[in-house]
């Protein structure tokens, strides 16, 4: 069965440098007057508005507070955290909006200020997930639409890595329709990690000890490559080896069909992961899964996919190896 576990209260440190430094080369030529303050801000300050704007969206109602219970399940040793949350009922999936009704009503361009953290440059803004699965989840999203699925860019991975230099965590990208995605503009999310004491692809890749190489996990039973990292790769590295992992996969190609796959990014590593299929058991499962944390609407539908066992749940939503 499984163990209850209790959102953990721990910080971690700012990590490196390097991330901070990137974004803003990434962006130097960008004319000073589109950025607000969060690129002025230093790496603790950027953190206290992620978590005053948090505090504030909360007290309004434009957002819950998620501090519900965790639950570790292992199967095959490996550890899965399965968490119910129930503003997820509500949550719209990419497959079910129609493209040109959607551009009218998209929720980044027209995102209300209650849960606006503020602005990258003119291409990303940050906003507090109103499917918020744990406090601080947070919406990388560009400001103007483009389309989810496209490869992501330099500025997205420096924008994404931004992030992991505040904090512990995880960024992902659901790319396109099969992956789990849940809005058609071109958006990633972010959540802190600390309240997950063993994240399952954490444990794989510090097994391995090969940095900047693609690697298959013999672990993770479909398609995928992942690459270790030190923590001090410039964006551009980031971007290489992004692309490599892709040209490896032939996403993108010319002979490609379905491009959708995930995109997940740690301090420590990179993985992506072809996707095959966006549902199992009428359930969406997006990247969280795939770094081992289900996220449910409700207790029934949680104990169902704990029953499913979530490594025969990963194999029917990916592609075989």
Not at 27 to 35: C, E, K, P, Q, V
Request: charged fraction near 15%.
């Amino acid at each position: 069965m499984y163990q209850a576990i209790y959102p953990s209260s721990a910080t971690f440190p700012s990590s490196t440098n390097t991330a901070d430094h990137c974004y803003k080369r990434v962006f130097s030529s960008l004319n000073a007057r589109h950025r607000m303050s969060i690129l002025s801000l230093d790496k603790s300050s950027l953190w206290s508005v992620v978590k005053a704007t948090s505090n504030q969206a909360i007290a309004a109602g434009s957002v819950n507070k998620e501090d519900g219970e965790i639950h570790l399940h292992k199967d095959h040793q490996l550890p899965f955290y399965f968490k119910v949350v129930t503003g997820l009922a509500n949550k719209p999936h990419c497959e079910n909006l129609d493209l040109a009704v959607y551009k009218t009503i998209d929720p980044f361009i027209q995102a209300n200020a209650d849960i606006l953290v503020g602005y990258l440059g003119t291409h990303h803004q940050i906003l507090l997930s109103r499917f918020n699965v744990v406090e601080y989840h947070l919406v990388i999203a560009t400001r103007e639409f483009e389309q989810q699925g496209q490869p992501l860019s330099q500025a997205d991975l420096a924008a994404m890595w931004l992030l992991l230099s505040q904090q512990r965590g995880l960024a992902i990208y659901n790319g396109g329709v099969n992956a789990g995605c849940s809005q058609q503009h071109k958006h990633m999310q972010f959540i802190p990690t600390t309240d997950f004491k063993h994240i399952l692809i954490d444990g794989l890749i510090n097994q391995q000890k090969s940095y900047l190489t693609p690697l298959h996990i013999k672990q993770l039973p479909f398609q995928h490559l992942i690459v270790q990292l030190t923590g001090q790769e410039s964006i551009e590295k980031i971007e290489n080896i992004y692309h490599s992992m892709l040209n490896k996969l032939e996403l993108y190609g010319k002979n490609s069909q379905d491009v959708s796959h995930n995109t997940l990014l740690s301090n420590q590593w990179l993985l992506i992961v072809p996707r095959s299929a966006a549902i199992f058991s009428d359930v969406h499962i997006n990247a969280f899964a795939i770094a081992g944390l289900f996220f449910l609407k409700n207790t029934e539908v949680m104990e169902n996919m704990i029953s499913a066992g979530p490594i025969n749940i990963l194999r029917s939503i990916t592609k075989p190896t």
